[in-house]
């Protein structure tokens, strides 16, 4: 099994190894590389990499507590593969790993594609409550899928979506959610350069609308596009139409 810097991935090429740029897929809270639908994972022409954040999946241990922890691992994993320009795509919880990432390293960021990613998380506080000794994972995906999806996702689908949260260790849920409820958009003295596409659906809870536009403020080359009739969990509710928007962004 593939691993660098202890965190494991999986490569996807679309292209011959060593062409173009890195894409790197950077997975949501309690999630790992297999979250991502197989439509993502497999972008056309692109040497696609997806990786389980420390802790999740079959990345060695610890998982981290900080975000700034995170950031470290991430930046040991992109130097261990011997990259120096990278694509990131991040999905929530990745793509504020992501958005900090490119704005410590601007330089090391060919492309900036952010899924469900606003200037903070709204995180509903009985989450957390359930994620407290004596956890119950299944009560707090309960009520984080209450949030995430949009009105019109049949019961069965939230259901098989958000099963694999069951069995992740609460520590590890409680400490991907703190980190995504603290978290705060970086506001840079002057905007970057990196191309920015912020992708969301126009019914979500956790990162609503206005959230993601404020990320405009980050680059000087920034596009918002929001999906109708999809919520929180836009990747797996309109995959099609997020997998054609990253398609477009990465031409070139």
């Known amino acids: 099994m593939p691993f660098c810097a202890n965190i494991f991935y999986r490569q996807y090429n679309?292209?011959?190894?060593?062409?173009?740029?890195?894409v790197?897929?950077?997975?949501?809270?309690?999630g790992t590389h297999m979250g991502w639908p197989s439509d993502l994972r497999r972008l056309p022409d692109q040497n696609v990499i997806a990786i389980d954040?420390?802790?999740?999946?079959?990345s060695k241990l610890p998982a981290c507590l900080t975000l700034d922890g995170l950031l470290e691992r991430l930046t040991g994993f992109i130097s261990c593969m011997g990259f120096y320009q990278v694509i990131l795509i991040g999905f929530s919880l990745g793509g504020a790993l992501a958005l900090t990432f490119t704005h410590r390293y601007p330089l090391r960021v060919k492309k900036l594609a952010l899924i469900s990613c606003g200037d903070r998380f709204v995180v509903p506080d009985g989450i957390m409550r359930h994620l407290r000794p004596p956890a119950d994972t299944v009560k707090a995906a309960e009520i984080f899928s209450q949030a995430a999806f949009h009105p019109k996702m049949t019961p069965a689908f939230r259901r098989k979506i958000i099963e694999p949260l069951h069995g992740i260790n609460p520590a590890i849920l409680a400490a991907d959610f703190h980190i995504g409820r603290n978290f705060r958009?970086?506001?840079?003295?002057k905007k970057h350069k990196n191309p920015l596409l912020v992708i969301g659906g126009t019914d979500d809870q956790i990162t609503p609308p206005q959230s993601l536009r404020l990320l405009t403020s980050f680059s000087v080359n920034s596009h918002v596009?929001?999906?109708p009739a999809a919520g929180h969990m836009v990747i797996y509710e309109k995959t099609n139409q997020v997998r054609d928007l990253l398609v477009e962004f990465l031409k070139n």
Do not use: R
């Open 185 to 189: 958009a970086p506001a840079p003295e």
């Open 225 to 227: 596009e929001l999906i």
């Open 24 to 30: 790197l897929l950077i997975h949501g809270g309690g």
């Open 14 to 22: 679309g292209v011959k190894e060593g062409v173009g740029f890195p």
């Open 53 to 58: 954040l420390p802790g999740h999946g079959l």
